[in-house]
């Protein structure tokens, strides 16, 4: 497509139930990243990839959060047993490598609501 | 580390009035400063950019001047229109071969007829 597709746009779940979040990424972009905007608190970074090289994980908050992506192109976040302080947009952005302007391309962002 | 940090909004102001939303950054090396913009129902977007000292990005009536002396990148706009409304991030990279960006919180700007 265009632009960056995520799905779901909204997302209501239980404490404690596993979710997936999906992103496309625009063809063409080898890195993608995950973000997570929560309320006051900005951008989060959560993960990182580029082609086929090993993700920067170093932002995931805990061993409930685990992300990955098949053949180079679409990715999955998921989210193991839910907590409420896991409620937020969970923002997945893509870019094309060596980026000399280092401009991500954003989708419009996943809204997980923990009850 | 790295950090970006601007001001609390949210900012409401008249359609026609001057804008500036601050921002200051801490970073090791020679980072790159960009403003992005989030306008309601949509994507974070590239709205200008800075990649060196003294540089000035400029995009749709925002400018924003990289100043290393007092790490800052204030964006600023002359007259804001209704259609500004949105909230502005300021972020950073932190050198040429890092891939990460790194945002402040965001400042949600209301523009009123």
């Known amino acids: 497509g265009a632009g960056v597709s995520q799905s779901p746009s909204n997302k209501v779940t239980e404490k404690g139930k596993d979710v997936e979040l999906r992103c496309d990424p625009i063809s063409g972009h080898t890195a993608l990243y995950w973000y997570r905007q929560s309320l006051g608190q900005g951008l989060e970074f959560l993960i990182y990839?580029?082609?086929?090289?090993?993700?920067?994980k170093s932002g995931l908050p805990s061993d409930r959060f685990s992300a990955e992506r098949t053949g180079g192109s679409v990715s999955t976040l998921t989210i193991q047993r839910t907590q409420q302080e896991d409620s937020a947009v969970y923002l997945c952005?893509?870019?094309?490598?060596?980026?000399?302007?280092?401009?991500?391309?954003f989708g419009e962002g996943s809204r997980l609501t923990v009850l | 580390g790295n950090s970006v940090t601007q001001m609390e909004g949210p900012v409401t102001l008249s359609e026609e009035a001057f804008l500036t939303i601050n921002c200051t950054y801490t970073?090791?090396?020679?980072?790159?400063l960009f403003w992005y913009v989030q306008y309601p129902g949509e994507g974070l977007q590239l709205l200008l950019k800075?990649?060196?000292?003294?540089d000035k990005g400029s995009n749709k009536g925002f400018e924003a001047t990289y100043r290393k002396e007092t790490t800052s990148f204030h964006l600023e706009k002359g007259s804001v229109q209704v259609s500004d409304s949105a909230v502005y991030f300021c972020?950073?990279?932190?050198?040429?071969?890092?891939?990460?960006?790194?945002f402040g919180k965001g400042t949600k700007l209301s523009v009123i007829p």
């Open positions: 952005a893509s870019s094309r490598i060596y980026s000399y302007t280092g401009e991500l391309f």
């Open positions: 970073a090791t090396g020679y980072p790159s």
């Open positions: 800075a990649t060196k000292a003294d």
């Open positions: 990839f580029q082609g086929n090289s090993a993700p920067d």
């Open positions: 972020a950073l990279r932190s050198g040429a071969g890092s891939y990460q960006l790194t």
